[in-house]
């Protein structure tokens, strides 16, 4: 057992180190500090190991990033991953290797603008915005769906409720993503394959989603990923323009990707 003697500057320490980690997940440390309700000039404090938060504002931390109070004495992956099920000897072979060899000029980390039919409204299509990163050897894909639908769902839009994360493999021809909701309340399987476009930015594939068959709705529909790069500025710009919009307001390669007027097959 270690030795659990831990002088007050090593716990900031260990913290500091944790929570830095914990953020690498979010573009901007002034948005997370905004979600978390805390001063953006203590959160620094805190990720630099120079202050410590009281009792209240640590649970607070813990229960937005999904942890509990070992942040102060171990490293945060050896509380979230105990036991790793992709690289585990039943799956390494099968999984494990695809999850954890996605290369940068293959997939790369970064913002794209997606955007694919609606499934509940056949004359509509959603556009929205995720963000790919890399944690270690493993690539992330991190989102918000639109409060427009959420609303047509009957759904509260709240941020909590609207998003989304998931995790990329590498398949023969492109990607794929196994992506969901807090509470695992819906998923979605996602593939993506590049096609050549001028600055070789975009991806085409599909994403089926984990509902029951209905009469009148969609399960499986074709989908346009387009890389924008890192910019915040290009981002923000790309999401406020996201919703749901008719086929003729798309981007025009977008259009042309997703062949509104061919079904899927």
Request: net charge positive; hydrophobic share 40%.
């Amino acid at each position: 057992m270690s030795d659990i003697r831990r002088t007050p500057a090593e716990l900031r320490s260990m913290f500091g180190a944790n929570l830095r980690q914990l953020a690498r997940g979010y573009p901007s440390i002034s948005e997370l500090s905004r979600q978390l309700g805390i001063n953006r000039t203590q959160f620094n404090r805190y990720l630099s190991g120079e202050s410590f938060p009281r009792p209240d504002v640590l649970a607070r931390i813990c229960a937005f990033f999904e942890v509990d109070a070992r942040v102060l004495l171990e490293p945060v992956g050896s509380i979230q991953n105990g036991y790793d099920a992709l690289n585990g000897p039943f799956l390494n072979n099968f999984l494990g290797e695809g999850a954890s060899g996605v290369p940068e000029e293959f997939f790369p980390s970064g913002f794209y603008r997606f955007s694919r039919r609606s499934f509940l409204n056949r004359d509509q299509y959603v556009v929205g915005l995720v963000r790919v990163f890399r944690d270690n050897d493993t690539t992330f894909v991190r989102g918000y769906e639109a409060r427009a639908a959420m609303e047509a769902q009957g759904l509260a839009p709240t941020r909590e409720a609207r998003e989304f994360r998931g995790l990329i493999f590498r398949q023969e021809d492109g990607v794929a993503a196994m992506i969901s909701r807090r509470g695992s309340h819906t998923a979605s399987f996602n593939f993506l394959s590049r096609v050549t476009s001028f600055e070789n930015n975009y991806w085409v594939g599909y994403v089926a989603r984990t509902v029951r068959e209905t009469p009148d709705g969609e399960r499986v529909v074709r989908m346009v990923y387009e890389h924008l790069g890192t910019s915040i500025s290009a981002a923000k710009a790309a999401g406020r323009a996201g919703g749901y919009c008719a086929a003729e307001d798309l981007l025009p390669f977008h259009q042309r990707l997703l062949q509104p007027n061919v079904a899927f097959r």
